[in-house]
Structure formats: C-alpha cells, structure tokens
C-alpha cells in the first residue's frame, strides 16, 4: 500500500473503489497533440490501468507551444509522439500499462485500435477521422469522447451508446467541409490554455464514466475562453440519423487504395499505401544516398533533395514535405518509394 492516489481516492466521486475501476480500464487516446498531451498526462497519472498512444506525426518545434508532453530534445531528434510520449510517461507512472502505435488512423485499422478498450478520447484535429471514430463506435458500441480546440474557443461531448442518446453525426451532419474554408489551427491559431482547458474537460468526463458515476455529462459544452463564454447545449438523437438511426456507415468499413491527405498549414502532404510494410530502413538508405541527403533513426527515414523532403515512417506511411499538391505527392512516393 502507497498513497500515490491518495488525495483522488479521498475525493468522494472517486474513492478506493474508483480507483480500482481506473486501474482495470483500458483507455486509447487517438491523437497525442495538444489535446492528446494532456489527455494522456491526466489518465497515466490518474492510474488508469492501460493506455493505448495513437499518432501519425513527430514532434516539431512549433508543438511545444502547447503539446505539453514533449521537449525541445524530442523536437531536435523528431521523435514520433507516440514514442515520445510514452518515454515520458513512463518515467511519470511506472505502474500502467502503455502501447505505442505510429499509425495514420483509418478504416483499416481502426477495429484493432478500439475493439479492445473501454474508452475512445478523440484528441485529433480533423473531422475525417472524428466521423470514423464516430461510425466504428458505433458499430462497437462503445464510449468515445469528442473534443476539439480553436484560437480561444472549444467544444466537447460525450457519446455514449443507447436508444435514446445522439452521436456525433445527429448533432454536425455527415457533410464535411471543403479542404481549406474552414479555419485551422495553423490559420487561426490556438492558444495552450484552450486545449488544456478541452482535455481537462475530456479527462473529467472520462473518469465519471470508467468509475461508473451518474454524473457524467450529456450535453455539448461549448466555451470561448476570450469572450467568457460557457454554455451547454442540449443535444438530442435524430431518429433520421444514417449512423444510429440507420446504421448506414460513409467512413466505417470502407476499403481504400492509397490516402494522400494535406496536412493542415504544413506545406505538407502525408502519403498512406493500401499495405502496411514493413521496411528495412538499411538497404533503403542505400537505395537513395546517390538521389539526395539521407538521415535515419529507428523510426523514421528522412531523405532530401533540395526539392522535397520525406520522411517514411517503418509502416510505409510518408510524409512529404514542400509539396502540397497531393498527386504530386502520390507521384513522389511512387517514384522514390515506389507502391
Ligand atoms: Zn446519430
């Protein structure tokens, strides 16, 4: 017996029997940016039993603004987040269990991401993959837990399974936005105290829910920490809903070839093959040494001409920057990494 969990087993919502139900929770965090950072910081230290760490990307200097996890180390060496994440957070608590995964998250391996967890925490950035984590829960039947930052607003809500409870898509539609007419975090910003303030919010909800508490939240909490705004909306189920109306899926199960996606204000474009591989950075660097300047680590594979520069996770995943037409970036991959 310790009394590293003292002072939350003292609070009446949580006691020792909370904290025993947080210890048996299997939790994964998909996205560990801004949001992520805390969301994965709050839980480890909370003591939740299990976390799964989800990321596509690497740490940047522009991160440490607000992806409070990380250190101008991981920046210098652009560590994949997952792994920098998990480096320090087991050194934060020991005791749990963590997984890291380096993945772009998509309807072909969202099921092995989620099937086995108790809660989903969206921490991601776009809505794409916020309409797959909605779908595949849904599917699952299982708990996820939406939010989202800009400049100095945000908004969260939980969207737990049931007859008579909304999902994502009663609430937004299933109609995303063109590439470009909303604003991003690039464009518009967005201040730290905003995601701290969502994932904290996210984190709260999360262990009302894994300690089978009544009081989590039902409905949407918007804020705008500039105009001092808080309010809660109420959010009611369409029965007309295509996905927990009818179960009709736009994102879930569906099969693609290869995925180009621009990444948000980074002048880059990630590419995405239809197979993972798994590829021997070794003989590859070999391949490319006479084209350009090649780097590598035990994750990532960087390559530069002058031109463009890729950077090819182990899984064959890539991204490719100073380019941002993404069959350009298609045309790049094939020719240098080939499909
Ligand atoms: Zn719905």
């Given at each position: 017996?310790?009394d ?44 939740v039993g ?24 991981d ?7 997952a ?20 993945t ?84 518009a ?44 909306i ?35 474009v ?34 530069d ?9 182990k ?25």
């Open positions: 017996m310790d590293r969990y003292s002072r939350q087993e003292a609070f009446f919502g949580i006691g020792k029997e909370g904290q025993k139900k947080l210890k048996e929770s299997r939790v994964a965090v998909i996205g560990l940016g801004a949001l992520g950072s805390v969301t994965a910081n709050n839980l480890a230290r909370a003591g299990f976390l799964r760490l989800i990321d596509r990307d690497y740490v940047e200097l522009s991160n440490l603004q607000r992806q409070s996890l990380y250190t101008e180390k920046a210098a060496e652009a560590l994949p987040k792994v920098a994440a998990y480096e320090h957070l087991k050194q934060i608590n020991s005791r749990i269990q963590m997984e890291t995964v380096i772009d998250v998509n309807s072909s391996n969202i099921d092995s991401l989620i099937e086995d967890v108790d809660l989903i925490m969206d921490a991601t950035d776009n809505f794409e993959v916020r309409m797959l984590i909605n779908e595949a829960c849904h599917h699952h039947q299982k708990t996820w837990i939406y939010g989202g930052a800009l400049g100095a607003s945000g908004m969260t809500m939980n969207f737990i399974p049931g007859e008579d409870k909304p999902c994502l898509c009663c609430l937004m539609g299933t109609g995303l936005s063109a590439p470009g007419s909303e604003p991003t975090c690039a464009t910003g967005v201040l730290n105290t905003t995601t701290n303030i969502i994932a904290s919010l996210q984190c709260t909800e999360a262990l009302k829910i894994l300690t089978g508490s009544d009081a989590a939240r039902t409905r949407l909490l918007v804020i705008d920490l500039w105009e001092n705004s808080f309010d809660l109420s959010a009611v189920k369409d029965p007309q809903c295509p996905v927990c109306g009818k179960g009709e899926y736009e994102y879930y199960g569906k099969l693609r070839g290869i995925q180009t996606t621009s990444l948000c204000g980074r002048d880059s990630q590419v995405v093959p239809e197979h993972t591989a798994n590829i021997d950075f070794a003989s590859f660097a070999a391949k490319l040494e006479n084209l350009g300047k090649v780097s590598r680590n035990a994750y990532t594979l960087d390559f001409n002058g031109q463009f520069q890729i950077k090819l996770f899984n064959g995943r890539a991204i490719i920057k100073h380019v941002t037409d993404e069959k350009r970036a298609k045309s790049i991959y094939s020719e240098y990494i080939g499909l």
